[in-house]
């Protein structure tokens, strides 16, 4: 506990940090985005590739409490999978929770098509490959 | 029509069929067969290539059966009723408190240790998934894996170091989470903890110390690991009049005498096949069963590599008591008698006599004098082994290829004597506190000196240090549960003396001791903990540990060190440490080489009783190829492997030539009796001289010679583990032991008589056969194999016509506009596989593949995803031509016939060449392996995997889906792997190069047989095999364009020879 010492150190909301750090037992957070067990996800690659935070969790800045904003269903992650020009952005701009999750016109599709040969993103037919999440 | 109308009418069909056929010859000409029923083509192998899995495979009537499905319904619907329908249950994400270091959830850290199984120790890197070790490969870093001498210009050279290991460290991650694993330190069955152990030892050496340790004896097996010689030095000084005895059933004590009696002292001998252009081998199964196997492996495939500027293979000879697997590789093999082999020696030896190709062989090896190696095999005795020695001496062998060095064991002692008088004194009374430290001596001890009940009352107090509460454990007072040597700290030198520190990967699972932890109580030092014991003897010895080096007088060692391993310098004895157990060796600390001279003339040896009577054998006593000699019998992965030769699981059989199984039993092939199904063979009992009998199935084996009988080590145990036991509580396989005798290990005879009885065999020879089911005349091209001579006069290969398809050709090379475009393949050597079957074991262990037990198996369902073929060549089954191994792992095909007939889509086809298995999606039709024609696919027929064993939770591997009933699985060229280098070098932009990505059966291949990687990339390893002129698809006329490709087996007969 180095912050929550000093930042809302009253706070009811945050009396199961002090108690796990006073017995030394872990949080046992609950998943908000948990995906079924046969689908194998990398959440590195997503990052690195320039998939921002907001574009599948939502606003999470504007969140009282976490929740999940999407439907994570197979149907929602092959929209990205299958163009993901759409949904792709600058490197720099991966936390930039104003981004829209959405490129629309078709300059910014344009755009979004450099971004991945430029991040070197692998083509269509390999992202919609079963065995790139089931294995 | 209802089912049974449709089953008659089918049989009838087929019956009409088979009569049209029985006019001709029954496939005459045949030349590639796997099985004795397969060459006579009789009706049960019809029944097997019609039907993958055998008519009435599931009976309704067979009351098993039944049971099984309503306890399985049972469970079914226990699970369904309950817990409202949520979309998923929810999970948690428990964060560590304090994290270890360097440790990232989710990925997984490699350690360096060796796995000190028997003799020798493997140098091992374990992968270990959060704090718990799930993978064992070989270490590449380590000298004795240094990579293989291969011609420069060959494409199939591996640049890095070997990964390999053999079945035993492989499969030694399950003894590690088996749960039958003895978890308590006990006193006669009761729960006691250490201290009382301490305070009770305490005691009986207080007793002790008058006589100065009169009446202790230690028993333990030969140890080569240099702490705990020291520590038993220590203690022998402390308890001057106690004794220190070895023993273990597989020894080599035979070698030792024969190298007392050539070179009047023991040795260890080691070998470079790489620099041998010609080989004999006088019984020696280097390829399997040596201390080093795994280094010969490499080296001798080394030298068997054909390419543009190296048109010259080596030559194998092979004289043997019983077909195997170096028997297989050999150019010539002759299988002879046991009390022939002296004779056939000692005329190698003279030049001349003994059969016509003793000369011709001689002669051979006289052009290759200096580049050649004789070896003779364990268990032949001294007389053969001083024969061998004297040969390698008069070819000028030795210092080139052969080389000899100190013992690896710290006391080398002949171990039949030394239990010899361990037994005297037991008998007179004059042992009062026996420690024996691992090993089972109850259960493998020879009938003769056998340390049973009578014999061990006799010392008072017992003790006993080992993994299971075997049968040694019940008659011995104490028991203290060992730990396993991936919990333990301690050392072990390899097959040439390298040292390698042992680092455990998690913490004893049950607390258990190492041996010495053991011995440290014995010298008074009751708190020393394990990691303690090595580190001071290493600060005191860490020079002494290292070898002088390269050019100091007594030449350089066997093993060159790595370059750069500049570790010596390391003045800091604590930088030192941590090098050397992170880098999994001790540099420069193989056995500095020796000179000795090899005597000429040998004694002929005390003439041996040949069995004459009718009904009399000579016997052949090996250990188990999977279980070796008892030790691993509760580990279900290797009682379920099937052997190389014979192919049985969960058995050990007595093997027989085809002309004796017909004079003893009456009997042509291995279980054609039953139509279909089971594999029922008779059994025969095998009665010494002393009368003690044992019951074993036999076994015909094309190639083994007459009236010569092979039994197996290992099994008939009484312990009572799972796996061990079997599903009837009747001991597994015969107990061979208890017709062993002391002063005959190996070789022996007995008398052979007929019984009535009958034994269930499960084997998997004849299972998923890739004939032809309508048993045209044509026999399928599956195995190639030619001499050198014919490959190199033979012009450029036929053309590689593509059949026509209708299938549109996938676009592997454009993909994406920037991103890396791959397309895996693989390419496996025929040339190179030695039948070892490390391939399917690592393959079980990396992707959580479940064990299905004997009654399974016999069915057809065993689950290995890569299977290792055997085939046997010629028309004479009493003599093959030649035994060719043939592993076999989904060729995902480009034109796969398994995925247009999937009614869901479960599998399918990557757009970078993988065929798919979507375990989600799949439904169990079961038409995808219907349609395959390389029956690569496995079906999770019940529910195989275990999922309720907490111990099993631990050791499977994370990446991986642990598949339930009715789902359809198959290799996936262990895309788990491909899948985490991608991603990783996609991270950090730049292509995967040939070599990061490698599958399992890959890595842990002794002899690279098997190459995958990225057939879009014309340099890598894989391009430029598949480029070579050997190379052929396996069923290619049926236009599925595999990726798995094969490359055709050279032979490289002597002229001179037939």
Redesign the interface.
């Known amino acids: 506990m180095n912050c929550h010492k000093q930042i809302w150190a009253d706070s009811p909301y945050l009396e199961p940090v002090r108690a796990s750090f006073r017995t030394g037992k872990p949080i046992e957070w609950i998943r908000v985005h948990d995906l079924p067990d046969y689908a194998y996800f990398n959440h590195s690659i997503h990052v690195n590739k320039g998939v921002g935070c907001s574009t599948c969790h939502g606003r999470v800045d504007e969140m009282p409490i976490a929740y999940q904003s999407s439907s994570l269903q197979m149907e929602w992650c092959l929209e990205c999978h299958r163009n993901p020009e759409r949904f792709v952005r600058e490197k720099g701009k991966v936390f930039d929770m104003n981004w829209r999750p959405e490129n629309k016109s078709a300059t910014e599709i344009e755009y979004g098509r450099s971004l991945l040969v430029k991040y070197r993103i692998q083509g269509k037919q390999v992202l919609t490959s079963c065995s790139t999440c089931h294995r | 029509m209802s089912d049974s109308d449709r089953h008659i009418n089918f049989k009838l069909m087929r019956d009409h069929i088979l009569a049209m056929q029985d006019g001709k010859d029954s496939r005459a000409g045949k030349q590639y067969w796997r099985s004795l029923e397969e060459l006579a083509d009789s009706p049960a192998f019809q029944e097997f290539v019609a039907r993958e899995y055998p008519q009435q495979a599931e009976e309704w009537h067979d009351p098993i059966e039944r049971r099984t499905f309503i306890k399985l319904m049972g469970a079914s619907l226990a699970l369904a009723g309950l817990s409202g329908c949520v979309f998923?249950p929810?999970?948690?994400?428990?964060?560590?408190?304090k994290q270890p270091e360097e440790e990232v959830p989710g990925k997984a850290l490699f350690f360096a240790t060796a796995a000190p199984l028997f003799g020798a120790a493997t140098p091992v890197l374990v992968r270990s998934n959060e704090g718990r070790p799930t993978k064992i490969e070989g270490n590449p870093d380590h000298p004795n894996n240094r990579p293989g001498d291969f011609p420069v210009d060959d494409p199939g050279r591996d640049p890095r170091g070997s990964s390999a290991t053999d079945i035993f460290t492989q499969a030694s991650i399950l003894s590690l989470y088996d749960p039958d694993r003895s978890q308590t330190l006990t006193f006669r069955e009761d729960i006691r903890t250490w201290t009382s152990f301490v305070g009770a030892i305490r005691t009986a050496l207080d007793e002790q110390r008058p006589k100065q340790g009169g009446g202790i004896r230690f028993l333990t097996q030969p140890i080569t690991s240099p702490t705990v010689g020291s520590q038993m030095k220590e203690l022998l000084q402390a308890w001057p009049q106690a004794k220190w005895h070895q023993y273990e059933p597989a020894n080599r004590d035979n070698v030792r005498a024969g190298a007392v009696m050539a070179l009047g002292q023991p040795v260890n001998t080691t070998y470079r096949f790489d620099l041998a252009d010609r080989i004999l081998s006088l019984d020696c199964d280097f390829l399997s069963c040596l201390p080093g196997s795994l280094r010969y492996a490499r080296d001798f495939a080394a030298k068997r590599r054909v390419t543009e500027e190296n048109k010259e293979m080596s030559r194998l000879y092979v004289v043997e008591t019983t077909p195997s697997n170096t028997g297989a590789k050999a150019d010539h093999q002759w299988c002879v008698k046991p009390s022939e082999l002296e004779g056939i020696a000692r005329a190698l030896l003279a030049g001349s006599g003994g059969p016509d190709w003793v000369s011709a062989i001689a002669r051979d090896l006289q052009q290759h004098k200096g580049a050649s190696i004789v070896i003779a095999g364990d268990q032949q005795s001294p007389v053969i082994h001083a024969l061998a020695h004297a040969m390698n001496s008069a070819l000028g062998n030795v210092g080139k290829t052969v080389f000899y060095s100190d013992p690896l064991e710290v006391n080398s002692v002949d171990q039949r004597q030394s239990l010899q008088e361990l037994v005297n004194d037991l008998d007179s009374g004059h042992v009062e506190l026996l420690v024996i430290v691992g090993g089972n001596p109850v259960y493998d001890t020879p009938s003769d000196l056998k340390l049973d009940f009578e014999r061990l009352k006799k010392a008072k107090l017992r003790v006993n240090l080992s993994q299971y509460k075997d049968e040694t454990s019940q008659l011995c007072h104490w028991h203290v549960n060992e730990a396993h040597y991936l919990e333990s700290w301690g050392d072990a030198r390899s097959y040439d003396g390298t040292v390698t520190i042992l680092q455990p990967l998690i913490q004893p699972l049950y607390d258990g001791k190492t041996v010495s932890e053991l011995l440290a109580v014995f010298s008074g030092q009751y708190d020393r903990k394990p990691l303690e014991i090595v580190k001071t003897y290493w600060q005191a010895n860490r020079n002494q540990g290292q070898t002088a080096g390269a050019g100091a007088g007594a030449g350089q060692a066997v093993t060159p060190p790595p370059a750069g391993t500049g570790n010596v310098a390391a003045a800091d004895f604590e930088s030192w440490w941590r090098q050397t157990i992170h880098d999994g060796f001790v540099p420069n600390s193989a056995s500095p080489v020796k000179t000795l001279a090899a005597r000429t003339d040998v004694p002929a040896s005390a003439p041996t009783t040949v069995a004459t009577a009718a009904g009399s054998f000579e016997v052949v006593i090996r250990t188990d190829p999977s279980i070796y000699d008892g030790r691993f019998a509760n580990n279900g992965w290797l009682q379920e492997l099937p052997k190389p030769l014979t192919k049985v699981t969960w058995d050990n059989v007595a093997v027989v030539s085809p002309n004796s199984a017909f004079q003893i039993a009456g009997v042509r092939d291995n279980g054609g009796s039953t139509i279909g199904r089971e594999h029922y063979v008779p059994k025969v009992d095998l009665v010494d001289q002393r009368g003690n009998t044992v019951r074993a199935p036999i076994w015909i084996m094309p190639g083994q010679p007459d009236n010569v009988i092979t039994i197996y080590l290992g099994f008939g145990r009484s312990y009572k583990g799972h796996v061990a036991m079997g599903a009837t509580d009747e001991p597994v396989g015969y107990n061979a032991y208890a017709i062993r005798t002391s002063y005959e290990p190996w070789f022996t005879s007995l008398q052979v008589k007929k019984t009535t009885e009958q034994h269930l065999l499960a084997t998997t020879q004849l299972h998923f056969n890739m004939e032809d089911p309508n048993f045209s005349k044509e026999e399928r091209d599956i195995v190639r194999s030619k001499t050198v001579d014919e490959f190199h006069r033979e012009e450029k290969h036929e053309e590689k016509h593509e059949e026509p398809s209708m299938y549109e050709p996938y676009?592997y090379k454009e993909?994406?506009?920037?991103?890396?475009?791959y397309a895996w393949g693989m390419a496996i050597d025929l040339n190179n596989c030695v039948g070892c079957n490390a391939c399917t074991i690592a393959c079980q262990a990396e992707n959580n593949i479940p064990i299905v037990g004997k009654d399974q198996v016999a069915r057809s369902r065993e689950m290995h995803w890569i299977r290792v073929d055997t085939y046997f060549r010629g028309m004479d089954p009493a003599k093959p031509e030649g035994t060719n191994f043939m592993p076999v792992p989904c060729m995902h095909c480009e034109n796969a016939p398994c995925e247009p007939v999937c009614p869901v889509h479960a599998t399918?086809h990557?757009?970078?060449g993988?065929n798919?298995m979507?375990?989600?999606r799949c439904v169990g039709t079961k038409y995808c392996s219907n349609n395959c024609p390389y029956k690569v696919r496995r079906f999770n027929f019940f529910l195989y995997n275990d999922w309720d064993t907490q111990q099993y939770q631990l050791m499977r591997n994370p990446?991986?889906?642990v598949r339930s009933r009715g789902v359809m699985e198959k290799c996936?060229y262990c895309?788990?792997r491909i899948?985490a280098v991608k991603?990783q070098t996609?991270?950090e932009?730049r292509r995967a190069q040939d070599g990061e990505i490698v599958t399992a059966c890959q890595a842990v291949c002794p002899t690279e047989a098997i190459v995958f990687g990225d057939v879009n990339d014309p340099n890598s390893r894989v391009s430029k095999l598949k480029q070579n002129e050997r190379n052929y698809s396996l069923l290619g006329e049926l236009n599925t364009r595999p990726r798995t490709t094969y490359l055709g087996q050279l032979k490289n007969p002597n002229p001179e020879i037939k």
């Open positions: 998923q929810a999970e948690k994400i428990v964060p560590y408190i676009p993909q994406a506009e920037n991103a890396p475009n399918v990557s757009a970078e993988l798919d979507v375990y989600n990446e991986v889906t996936t895309v788990q899948q991603i996609e991270i932009g």
